[in-house]
């Protein structure tokens, strides 16, 4: 293992690909967490799963048209996202899309890259993630996403509280759940192609699901719950690649390993809430301050 010295850390941080990558994660820091809150109020975790299959049908349809994969990759996440919503009629249905939309992506991903003769290793390599390969346009997707995810969370917070609460309830109050449910997916699907570079998709958990469920723990309402998972991203992805670069290890399972180590030890704190935004429909209305 190589650990790098004070002053060789301080001078690896002066590198622009670090900087970039540094700005990179804060951006997602603010965004992808609370993307992360979508997928846990949804209950759609197999969203994870179903946008990285599309995301490499998208990287292939790139190295064939000799388009940028990764632009190609956040257009088929946000159409894929698009689409599945009709399907997506209650939580059920939602989650079964998911999984008809993961099969179907794969199997075209796999039969494109087999017909066309182009070379797999670059299309799965951008799964595992090249965080130092982070450019201009990734941190404008990064930077959209972290003024728009927070944005729509504050202009719609009490129709997103009762879809993500009870989507019969937000129905009855007169809640667009269609196109809300819409726009979220959406917003789930471009979050998830646009972690790629920085962990991989394959590790994305730890920029959008782990700070949320440590969040819930600690807040009481939507707006807690979304402001705590914002702070711990901050600090997961700062004190997580600051120690990768110490440590000279890759930056995506170091990112894991630290978001699951504050998820574990929040999870060991006193619950302190008797009644919570996480509670059965028949409980009392969540509260949106």
């Known amino acids: 293992m190589t650990v790098l010295a004070t002053a060789d850390l301080g001078e690896l941080l002066q590198l622009l690909p670090v900087q970039r990558a540094g700005a990179a994660l804060l951006l997602a820091a603010v965004g992808l967490p609370v993307v992360g809150v979508v997928i ?4 759609i975790m197999p969203v994870r799963f179903a946008m990285m299959h599309v995301a490499l049908l998208g990287i292939a349809v790139g190295l064939l048209t000799g388009l940028d994969p990764m632009l190609c990759a956040l257009v088929a996440c946000a159409l894929a996202g698009a689409g599945v919503a009709p399907l997506a009629r209650t939580p059920d249905g939602l989650s079964g899309a998911m999984g008809l939309l993961m099969s179907l ?11 066309s003769g182009v070379n797999a290793s670059g299309a799965f390599a951008l799964l595992w993630g090249s965080i130092l390969s982070v450019g201009p346009p990734d941190l404008v997707v990064l930077g959209v996403l972290a003024v728009a ?21 937000a129905l009855c109050s007169g809640v667009p759940v269609r196109a809300l449910t819409a726009a979220l997916l959406v917003l789930v699907a471009v979050a998830v192609a646009g972690a790629i570079k920085l ?34 991203g901050v600090a ?9 670069l ?34 059965p429909a028949s409980a009392s209305l969540p509260s949106s301050h």
Request: proline share 5%; no cysteine; charged share 15%.
């Open 149 to 169: 995810v927070p944005g729509l969370f504050r202009w719609r917070r009490r129709e997103i509280g009762l879809l993500l609460y009870d989507r019969e309830l």
């Open 246 to 279: 110490w440590l000279d290890w890759p930056p995506g399972p170091v990112l894991v390993l630290t978001a699951g180590a504050v998820v574990l030890a929040v999870h060991f704190l006193p619950e302190r809430r008797t009644g919570s935004w996480r509670a």
């Open 105 to 115: 992506a794969i199997a075209a991903a796999l039969l494109l890259l087999a017909v």
């Open 199 to 232: 962990t991989g998709a394959l590790l994305v958990d730890a920029l959008t699901l782990l700070p949320a469920l440590a969040a819930r723990r600690l807040g009481d309402s939507l707006k807690s719950i979304t402001l705590w998972a914002i702070g711990i």
């Open 40 to 43: 846990v109020g949804l209950d």
């Open 236 to 244: 997961v992805n700062l004190t997580g690649f600051l120690l990768a």
